[in-house]
């Protein structure tokens, strides 16, 4: 893994960013895992499955056994390359593309799921966006619903969408952040929201166990992902995760283990926790 603590200064103009166009690219093909068979015939729907963690999650978990399915926005080059990766692993990956942000496009993506690969054992929503404000006064009451649809909203629909096909034994994990702990001055409204799926997560844990489905999250620290170009200016992305204790931003494979943890019989006493690859931060909870 990486251990510098500086970037080269970059900037995307839109978002979601764009892992091809990252320099250096994001360490996110799991090139050195190998797996064991502990998600063998298992289907894992993942949101944000395209890029970052979550292309390293799910080839994490083809790499366990898993078929898989991407939900993403619009990076529809970023997601081939990650169906191609998936595949090269002896797995099934399918592409939903759409915004999770609407009600219907979550329950058409279960369903998808459900109908092309006849099953759905593990529902990760880890798609989030972020928009820095200087102050609360410049966050728009467009911008607060926008991040509170995707990054909250959405999890609540994907879960209800999914919990018919979540039999005993099914897992939702959950992809909050540092921020939710320590927060953030430019990222109101996304802390905001990740504390929220902090709360959700723990509480859905209550609410589910009894049905077999354990609930669990993951916070991650700074971490290496088009995210960052597409919503930090240039200077921010040279500093970016040289405050952690570590002094560097982590890579996408380096977190992506945490989530094969939550996802196998390995964390079968687990539920309503989150796990915290964060760099060395010390948070509670």
């Known amino acids: ?91 099934r990956c399918i592409l939903i593309k759409g915004d999770i942000a609407d009600e219907a496009f979550c329950g058409e993506s279960v369903a998808l799921t459900v109908s092309e690969l006849k099953r759905l054992d593990i529902l990760v929503n880890n798609a989030g966006e972020q928009h820095p404000e200087a102050s609360i006064a ?76 354990r609930v669990n999250a993951v916070a991650p620290g700074p971490v290496w992902t088009p995210l960052i170009p597409s919503t930090f200016s240039a200077e921010e992305v040279a500093r970016f995760g040289s405050h952690a204790l570590m002094k560097r931003p982590g890579q996408p494979d380096e977190i992506a283990p945490a989530y094969v943890f939550l996802a196998s019989d390995d964390s079968s006493f687990m539920a309503g926790q989150v796990l915290h690859p964060n760099g060395g931060e010390v948070v509670n909870g």
């Open 138 to 213: 410049d966050i728009s009451s467009a911008q607060l619903l926008r991040t509170f649809q995707t990054n909250v909203f959405a999890m609540f629909h994907l879960v209800r969408a999914a919990l018919p096909h979540l039999k005993q034994g099914g897992r939702i994990i959950n992809t909050t952040s540092v921020t939710a702990y320590r927060g953030h001055e430019k990222l109101l409204d996304y802390s905001a929201t990740k504390g929220a799926v902090v709360s959700f997560t723990r509480s859905l844990a209550k609410a589910l166990i009894d049905e077999g489905v």
């Open 1 to 91: 893994m990486t251990t510098t603590a500086t970037l080269p200064a970059q900037h995307q103009g839109t978002q979601p960013g764009i892992e091809a166009q990252m320099e250096p690219r994001p360490q996110s093909r799991m090139q050195g895992y190998r797996g064991s068979g502990k998600l063998q015939g298992q289907v894992a729907l993942i949101t944000g499955g395209d890029s970052g963690i979550g292309r390293a999650v799910a080839i994490a978990f083809a790499k366990e056994g898993a078929d898989i399915a991407i939900v993403y926005l619009d990076e529809d080059g970023d997601a081939a390359e990650t169906r191609d990766l998936v595949t090269q692993c002896g797995q």
